[in-house]
């Protein structure tokens, strides 16, 4: 995989299509594997891991023609930072080191981790609200795996993992939701609250550990042991269309009870990304989050939520030194994102931010 041709793409998790886009970004479903033969990941040797992945990189790289194979360890820190950026590694891979690497499908819906906190990690992402399309995915991906390798299985646990809250189904299934609204009126914090009392855990943009940024957030099952792959899916699924209802409820308060401070709020976000000559990653992950909610709303035309949605992960640190095609240090890449800002959203024409 050349990942200087994917720098110039969006990733399935912001393509902005799917059910319920406006406010799910992103459905998400992963699994966690070990091989029998080997010790967990933290009680393997460098052999161990070196034959762990060579074992896993045929395999993984059999499963279809559009899957690529990357070399993780191989690559240096800013394409590593890249691939986390675009959702297709975790944190800890990244950080890693010895052997380890990443299978990816051309279209970004899934990938395939080797040597994380587990030997293996399979992921499916699709755009919006779709776990059951996921699911199909997952499941068909990690039967073909299991036909060439022996999982570390229990009869009465279930999956074995380095971690004994996937221990089970190893499963964790997660869904993207984009809630500024919540967060303008003050109400996130008991919303996640309530999550938080039925078992459901919520993390920020890149997950386990991570901060909120552009009001971002991934809410997920916390334990998988003594629940089936289709309690978890139903526990996850039940809660979204909740807090999609509380998000759109939010929204329309801001329009009927306090439009003009919303529409200008919308503006001043749109004005300065359009003009600023520096700017930082979090404070445009700030803005265009008011931007991505303002067209929803209808008060900003003539710019697409595709094209908020590019410049979210475009804007980040790894992806502009990969499009800019050298290494920059923090000020230079703030000024190169106000200006790479400025080209995107000038390109969408002469655009307006307008009431309804």
């Given at each position: ?31 966690a ?12 040797n ?69 040597n ?54 190893g ?11 919540l ?6 914090e008991?919303?996640?609250r ?8 919520v ?17 997920s ?7 089936s ?17 509380y ?36 404070e ?16 900003i ?40 800002l ?6 969408e024409g ?7």
């Open positions: 995989m050349e990942l200087n041709e994917l720098a110039h793409k969006c990733g399935e998790w912001l393509r902005g299509s799917g059910p319920e886009s406006d406010i799910v970004i992103s459905s998400r479903i992963r699994l594997r070990n091989l029998a033969e080997f010790p967990f990941i933290r009680k393997c460098h052999a161990d891991r070196v034959a762990i992945e060579r074992t896993l990189r045929d395999t993984v790289g059999a499963l279809s023609d559009s899957v690529s194979y990357v070399d993780v360890n191989s690559l240096d820190d800013v394409d590593r930072q890249f691939l986390v950026e675009r959702q297709l590694i975790s944190r800890e891979l990244a950080e890693a080191d010895a052997a380890r690497g990443v299978a990816v499908d051309a279209e970004e819906k899934f990938s395939l981790m080797i994380e906190e587990d030997h293996l990690r399979i992921q499916v992402m699709h755009s919006g609200l779709d776990l059951e399309r996921a699911w199909e995915r997952i499941n068909d991906l990690d039967d073909q795996v299991e036909s060439k390798a022996t999982y570390a299985f229990h009869d009465r646990l279930g999956y074995l993992t380095a971690c004994p809250t996937n221990v089970g189904t499963m964790r299934v997660s869904v993207m939701l984009h809630l500024p609204a967060v303008i009126t003050r109400q996130i008991k919303v996640f309530s999550l938080q009392k039925i078992n459901l855990a993390r920020g943009l890149y997950g386990e550990g991570s901060q909120a940024m552009g009001d971002f957030y991934q809410i099952n916390q334990i998988t042991l003594g629940r792959e289709e309690d978890l899916m139903k526990q996850v699924a039940e809660v979204v269309p909740l807090m999609i209802d998000e759109r409820r939010a929204r329309d308060f801001l329009v009927t009870e306090s439009q003009e401070n919303l529409h200008d709020r919308v503006s001043r976000a749109y004005g300065i990304l359009c003009t600023a000559q520096t700017i930082s990653s979090e445009t992950m700030h803005l265009l989050s008011s931007v991505r909610m303002g067209i929803n709303l209808g008060l035309r003539d710019l697409e939520i595709p094209t908020v949605n590019k410049l979210f992960i475009h804007t980040q640190p790894a992806h502009l030194q990969k499009l800019r095609g050298t290494e920059l240090d923090t000020a230079d890449r703030n000024i190169e994102r106000a200006h790479y400025q080209r995107h959203l000038r390109r002469d655009t307006s931010a307008e009431q309804n």
